[in-house]
C-alpha cells in the first residue's frame, strides 16, 4: 500500500508562514495528482490546492497569491508554502494522492488506481 507522510503543521501568528511536506512511499508507479485539502470541524474537507504530475496547479480561490503547491516527482514528495496566512486558514491540513497506480506482487503496474490520504496536520493561526 501506500503511505502519505505529512510534516511541518504548527501555529503561527497572523501574517507568518508555514511550509507543509508530504511524502509518499510504498510499492508506487505513479501518482496523478498530489494535493492538500484542509477541513474544520462541523464542515466539509475543501480542496485548498492540487498539482498534476505535469506540473499543472490549481487553488481554492481564498488561497490563490497566498499559497504555493509544488512537487518532486522524482522523490513522491508535495509542498504547500503558506504565506500571509490567516486565522481563517487555521484547520486539519490533510496531503492526498490521487490516482495512484502500484506495483502487483509480480512487479508490474497495477490496472486500477486509487487515492490515499494522510494523517492530517494542524495549522493554527492565531490573531
Known amino acids: 500500500q501506500v503511505q502519505l507522510v505529512e510534516s511541518g503543521g504548527g501555529l503561527v501568528q497572523a501574517g507568518g508562514s508555514l511550509r507543509l511536506s508530504c511524502a509518499a512511499s510504498g510499492r508506487i508507479f505513479s501518482i496523478d495528482t498530489l494535493g492538500w485539502f484542509r477541513q474544520v470541524p462541523g464542515k466539509q474537507r475543501e480542496l485548498v490546492a492540487k498539482?498534476?504530475?505535469?506540473?499543472?496547479?490549481n487553488y481554492a480561490d481564498s488561497v490563490k497569491g497566498r499559497f504555493t503547491i509544488s512537487r518532486d516527482n522524482a522523490k513522491n514528495t508535495v509542498y504547500l508554502q503558506m504565506n500571509s496566512l490567516k486565522p481563517e486558514n487555521t484547520a486539519v491540513y490533510y496531503c492526498?494522492?490521487?490516482?495512484?497506480?502500484?506495483?502487483?506482487?509480480?512487479?508490474?503496474?497495477?490496472?486500477?488506481?486509487?487515492?490515499?490520504w494522510g494523517q492530517g496536520s494542524q495549522v493554527t493561526v492565531s490573531s
Open positions: 492526498n494522492a490521487a490516482r495512484t497506480y502500484i506495483y502487483t506482487d509480480a512487479d508490474l503496474p497495477g490496472r486500477v488506481p486509487n487515492d490515499y
Open positions: 498539482v498534476t504530475s505535469g506540473g499543472i496547479s
